[in-house]
């Protein structure tokens, strides 16, 4: 409403700047002025009526901001031009037209409003995504479960499951709460909650969380934690802790007119004073016309367009480099950030297990190797069983048929190629061949462990031919990215919940900071807290359900693109491709952003202090001159032109 009502204002009141228009050929300026008047009194007073009460609110506290200024601003603009539309014969001649009108500001007080009206818009439906990531992270939980009680299995809702319920999980099945294994096995993905892409085994008294998702078998489990217990339950209670604690950034503008605001009312008072003692007759309208005219040059549009322009080229910019930006002070804060966290899974590496190494122990070759193991594999759901078949085929390798396929629970595959039974998985099977290894070769095996690779045993009969990996592979934008970051003065550390060798040959590889290894959702929030209890600003970097509490405490969340649709409504910003050279671009143009709005808000204040001046009447004594409507129009004008053309140079930024 706000926005359909100042268009025409603005458009009547620079009509005498666009010729071609020839308003004044359709009706006079007073009529004109009447119509300006009934467009802005709405915005005025329905639409943008808050901001008054906000700058009420400060004048009473006397914490000047943002919103002493465009309340004084724009009420002193819109009851001037009241005033000089009821009564043009109170102002002195040098404020009248020709034909004895007065000029008005009701465009200035209408477009001033409206932008920052849009400001707040945008602003408030940021917040509200903070609500959808809580909504995203209950939707993990079933809404019932299968409960066993006295031998026989009923379907019950979630919350009246109690400690020491068994509980039944069918095939595909999330988890309902936190417990034990008791009967049967398991393949569950955990992703969702630890971050790591390769499901994991499950057997008799091994722990299970609620949220997750069991693969391709039943089981019996006995539940430990129910309700607000639950580790998913912690991780919605620290998510809405974080955004609850976050405070509002104040804004650069916010600062600076704290102390332009005091110093416009002072000369404003001066101004009155000196015109009622020493003006010439009659001397209190040329006090209050003058002291007026001060106030509305302290507001002009340039102003109101400053942050506001520079934000939304910015963001703009960043949208097209890949960098969606959710929240505005985003941009702000990504450059102030000290140290960046980002996780391992999904965010440094591809998040998916790919065949990595393969190598013979006896007298198959290599490559015979690759495809006995992705042969048998090619039977198994497993994500690694699939990594391993993707990658023989990628290399050109046909693959045989395998007989009497079976998957076993805990250790791998097995089954009879050319007559001769093969298994492919971890030392439990071996030992089930009755396979031993030399020391050498445990010793390569435990080599490959080392670097973050998950060994399998390729057997034939009773001995181990070969050894074949998967590992998830490091992105190939990761390291140059880090670099960059470091070199721009900003620490990376890694958290990740993988196990401590392979958060370490990662962390060496990339000459990180610092990392820290086996994290759980409450670690990486906590350590987020700690590092902000220390005065740093810290930047979260992460793509799973397990980073969301950190992604919202930290002072910037950034989401991979490639990740969890909570992360992303977690997260100030986003990244479509899920690299890291996103946050390259992402800091290098919010150090662009920033600089812009400083010179915006230079030329802005700075047209202000020009004007005041004149607007005060120091010109008055000399040469007969008081604040012209057309020259205050022009300034306005010339000022919000400037501010618009510099923010538009943030379109041409180049990325290296």
Same mark, same amino acid.
């Given at each position: 409403?706000?926005?359909?009502?100042?268009?025409?204002?603005?458009?009547?009141?620079?009509?005498?700047?666009?010729?071609?228009?020839?308003?004044?050929?359709?009706?006079?300026? @007073?009529?004109?002025?009447?119509?300006?008047?009934?467009?802005?009194?709405?915005?005025?007073?329905?639409?943008?009526?808050?901001?008054?009460?906000?700058?009420?609110?400060?004048?009473?506290?006397?914490?000047?901001?943002?919103?002493?200024?465009?309340?004084?601003?724009?009420?002193?603009?819109?009851?001037?031009?009241?005033?000089?539309?009821?009564?043009?014969?109170?102002?002195?001649?040098?404020?009248?037209?020709?034909?004895?009108?007065?000029?008005?500001?009701?465009?200035?007080?209408?477009?001033?409003?409206?932008?920052?009206?849009?400001?707040?818009?945008?602003?408030?439906?940021?917040?509200?995504?903070?609500?959808?990531?809580?909504?995203?992270?209950?939707?993990?939980?079933?809404?019932?479960?299968?409960?066993?009680?006295?031998?026989?299995?009923?379907?019950?809702?979630?919350?009246?499951?109690?400690?020491?319920? $068994?509980?039944?999980?069918?095939?595909?099945?999330?988890?309902?709460?936190?417990?034990?294994?008791?009967?049967?096995?398991?393949?569950?993905?955990?992703?969702?909650?630890?971050?790591?892409? $390769?499901?994991?085994?499950?057997?008799?008294?091994?722990?299970?969380?609620?949220?997750?998702?069991?693969?391709?078998?039943?089981?019996?489990?006995?539940?430990?934690?129910?309700?607000?217990?639950?580790?998913?339950?912690?991780?919605?209670?620290?998510?809405?802790?974080?955004?609850?604690?976050?405070?509002?950034?104040?804004?650069?503008?916010?600062?600076?007119?704290?102390?332009?605001?005091?110093?416009?009312?002072?000369?404003?008072?001066?101004?009155?004073?000196?015109?009622?003692?020493?003006?010439?007759?009659?001397?209190?309208?040329?006090?209050?016309?003058?002291?007026?005219?001060?106030?509305? $040059?302290?507001?002009?549009?340039?102003?109101?367009?400053?942050?506001?322009?520079?934000?939304?080229?910015?963001?703009?910019?960043?949208?097209?480099?890949?960098?969606?930006?959710?929240?505005?002070?985003?941009?702000?804060?990504?450059?102030?950030?000290?140290?960046?966290?980002?996780?391992?899974?999904?965010?440094?590496?591809?998040? @998916?297990?790919?065949?990595?190494?393969?190598?013979?122990?006896?007298?198959?070759?290599?490559?015979?190797?690759?495809?006995?193991?992705?042969?048998?594999?090619?039977?198994?759901?497993?994500?690694?069983?699939?990594?391993?078949?993707?990658?023989?085929?990628?290399?050109?390798?046909?693959?045989?048929?395998?007989?009497?396929?079976?998957?076993?629970?805990?250790?791998?595959?097995?089954?009879?190629?050319?007559?001769?039974?093969?298994?492919?998985?971890?030392?439990?099977?071996?030992?089930?061949?009755?396979?031993?290894?030399?020391?050498?070769?445990?010793?390569?095996?435990?080599?490959?462990?080392?670097?973050?690779?998950?060994?399998?045993?390729?057997?034939?009969?009773?001995?181990?031919?070969?050894?074949?990996?998967?590992?998830?592979?490091?992105?190939?934008?990761?390291?140059?990215?880090?670099?960059?970051?470091?070199?721009?003065?900003?620490?990376?550390?890694?958290?990740?919940?993988?196990?401590?060798?392979?958060?370490?040959?990662?962390?060496?590889?990339?000459?990180?900071?610092?990392?820290?290894?086996?994290?759980?959702?409450?670690?990486?929030?906590?350590?987020?807290?700690?590092?902000?209890?220390?005065?740093?600003?810290?930047?979260?970097?992460?793509?799973?359900?397990?980073?969301?509490?950190?992604?919202?405490?930290?002072?910037?969340?950034?989401?991979?693109?490639?990740?969890?649709?909570?992360?992303?409504?977690?997260?100030?910003?986003?990244?479509?491709?899920?690299?890291?050279?996103?946050?390259?671009?992402?800091?290098? &143009?919010?150090?662009?952003?920033?600089?812009?709005?400083?010179?915006?808000?230079?030329?802005?204040?700075?047209?202000?202090?020009?004007?005041?001046?004149?607007?005060?009447?120091?010109?008055?004594?000399?040469?007969?001159?008081?604040?012209?409507?057309?020259?205050?129009?022009?300034?306005?004008?010339?000022?919000?032109?400037?501010?618009?053309?510099?923010?538009?140079? &943030?379109?041409?930024?180049?990325?290296?």
């Amino acid at each position: 409403m706000a926005l359909a009502l100042s268009i025409p204002v603005f458009i009547i009141a620079m009509s005498e700047f666009i010729p071609f228009l020839e308003l004044d050929k359709i009706a006079s300026r @007073k009529v004109w002025g009447w119509i300006e008047f009934a467009l802005a009194t709405p915005v005025v007073f329905y639409s943008c009526w808050g901001f008054f009460k906000r700058g009420w609110s400060s004048i009473i506290r006397w914490n000047p901001n943002m919103w002493t200024l465009i309340s004084i601003g724009v009420g002193a603009a819109y009851l001037f031009s009241v005033f000089a539309l009821l009564i043009p014969g109170a102002f002195p001649e040098q404020f009248k037209d020709a034909i004895g009108n007065v000029h008005l500001y009701f465009e200035a007080a209408a477009v001033i409003l409206t932008l920052v009206l849009l400001g707040q818009v945008l602003e408030l439906r940021a917040h509200s995504k903070t609500n959808s990531a809580i909504k995203a992270l209950l939707n993990l939980v079933p809404p019932v479960a299968r409960v066993i009680r006295n031998g026989e299995e009923a379907e019950i809702p979630l919350e009246e499951v109690k400690k020491g319920d $068994i509980l039944r999980v069918r095939p595909g099945e999330k988890i309902p709460v936190d417990g034990v294994l008791t009967t049967g096995n398991a393949v569950v993905d955990e992703s969702m909650i630890t971050g790591e892409p $390769i499901p994991v085994d499950k057997s008799q008294n091994d722990q299970l969380t609620g949220g997750t998702i069991n693969d391709n078998t039943s089981f019996e489990m006995k539940a430990e934690k129910v309700g607000g217990d639950t580790l998913l339950a912690q991780i919605i209670e620290m998510v809405n802790q974080a955004s609850r604690s976050r405070a509002p950034i104040q804004k650069l503008a916010d600062v600076v007119a704290k102390y332009f605001v005091q110093i416009v009312i002072g000369i404003a008072l001066v101004t009155f004073a000196i015109w009622a003692i020493w003006g010439p007759d009659p001397a209190y309208v040329y006090a209050f016309v003058n002291a007026v005219a001060v106030l509305i $040059i302290a507001c002009p549009c340039a102003l109101g367009l400053a942050t506001p322009m520079s934000i939304m080229v910015g963001s703009g910019r960043m949208a097209q480099a890949g960098v969606l930006v959710k929240d505005a002070s985003a941009i702000e804060e990504m450059n102030k950030i000290d140290i960046l966290i980002i996780d391992k899974t999904g965010t440094i590496t591809e998040g @998916k297990p790919a065949l990595k190494s393969f190598h013979s122990f006896g007298e198959l070759s290599e490559e015979d190797i690759l495809r006995i193991a992705a042969s048998v594999d090619a039977n198994s759901e497993h994500p690694v069983a699939n990594a391993i078949v993707n990658g023989a085929k990628e290399k050109g390798i046909e693959l045989q048929k395998v007989e009497q396929f079976k998957a076993v629970t805990g250790k791998g595959v097995k089954g009879v190629l050319d007559g001769k039974s093969i298994g492919l998985g971890n030392s439990r099977l071996s030992d089930d061949f009755g396979a031993t290894l030399p020391k050498e070769q445990q010793e390569m095996v435990k080599e490959w462990q080392l670097t973050g690779q998950t060994v399998m045993y390729l057997l034939i009969e009773n001995k181990v031919e070969g050894i074949i990996s998967v590992a998830d592979t490091i992105k190939k934008s990761s390291a140059k990215a880090i670099q960059d970051l470091q070199n721009m003065g900003v620490k990376v550390y890694m958290l990740t919940g993988d196990n401590k060798y392979t958060a370490k040959a990662v962390a060496d590889e990339l000459e990180l900071n610092d990392f820290e290894a086996d994290c759980l959702p409450e670690d990486k929030y906590k350590k987020v807290k700690e590092l902000q209890s220390q005065g740093l600003k810290v930047a979260m970097a992460g793509d799973g359900i397990n980073d969301a509490p950190a992604l919202e405490q930290a002072d910037i969340g950034i989401a991979m693109g490639t990740g969890t649709d909570i992360a992303m409504q977690s997260a100030a910003v986003t990244l479509v491709k899920g690299d890291l050279d996103g946050i390259v671009r992402a800091r290098a &143009l919010s150090h662009k952003v920033m600089r812009n709005i400083k010179q915006n808000l230079f030329f802005a204040f700075v047209y202000n202090s020009l004007g005041v001046p004149v607007a005060a009447g120091v010109l008055f004594p000399f040469f007969g001159i008081l604040l012209s409507p057309m020259i205050a129009a022009a300034a306005m004008s010339f000022s919000s032109v400037s501010v618009i053309s510099n923010a538009l140079r &943030l379109r041409r930024v180049k990325f290296v």
